[in-house]
């Protein structure tokens, strides 16, 4: 076999799982950002938090109650939401660019 058919093959090989790898990347960070956007702007699932309080040490005394907090972490979604962007601008070009070497390097 010649050697620039086997440079050829491993560079088909490399680019090929680069665009499935960023094409993956894409899929997923533009879904989160949709889930992300549905469930706390749509939606309004709220996220509750449990506040544990001190027990008393003598047995005949009651227990405080446990206070729950049931709220809309915005800030929170905020944050997953920028992350799924920053992940989507880089991947989408990666994959575009990989897909068009892909089937230029395919082509050849």
Known sequence: MDSSKV????LLITVAVLFLVTSIMSLTSA???????????????ETCEYKYLARPIEPE???????ETCKIDYNQAKERIVDSIALFIVS???????????FKIYKE
Request: net charge positive; aromatic share 8%; no cysteine.
């Open 7 to 10: 440079v050829k093959a491993v």
């Open 31 to 45: 879904s989160r950002i949709g889930a992300e956007t549905v469930k706390t702007y749509v939606l309004e699932v």
């Open 61 to 67: 005394a009651k227990p405080l109650p446990e206070e």
């Open 92 to 102: 989408l070009p990666v994959a575009i660019f990989t897909y068009r070497k892909l």
